[in-house]
């Protein structure tokens, strides 16, 4: 089973960057693919980025703009979502997840989830 922590969340503004982290923890956590789902109020989980951090493969979901980019250490079995010009309209709740295989970003095929950390861009 794998544990998944995300922090770095806050309040910005407009236009600022921001990183988020996930600690992932669990038997051979490297082999996992672990990504990284949004969800804004009133909204489905829409995914971000993946990356296996075992060969620091990524994949990126088409409806990403290029802002987002996501960079794993796996040494700590840490995941970071880089997050650059922020938008008012990337309001929502940061979750990572995990699963075993390069699904697409369908969050019923991931397994594991954290908490989530709360992201706030003010215009």
């Known amino acids: 089973e794998v544990q998944l922590v995300e922090s770095g969340g806050g309040l910005v503004q407009a236009g600022w960057s921001l990183r988020l982290s996930c600690a992932a923890s669990g038997p051979h956590v490297d082999h996992f693919i672990i990504a990284w789902f949004r969800q804004a109020p009133g909204k489905g989980r829409e995914g971000i980025a993946s990356i296996r951090l075992r060969d620091d493969i990524t994949r990126y979901s088409d409806s990403m703009e290029g802002r987002f980019i996501i960079s794993g250490d796996g040494a700590k079995g840490t995941v970071y979502l880089q997050m650059n010009s922020l938008k008012p309209e990337d309001t929502a709740v940061y979750y990572c997840?995990?699963?075993?295989?390069?699904?697409?970003?369908?969050?019923?095929?991931?397994?594991?989830w954290g908490q989530g950390t709360q992201v706030t861009v003010s215009a």
């Open positions: 997840a995990a699963t075993i295989a390069w699904y697409p970003f369908d969050a019923d095929e991931y397994p594991y």
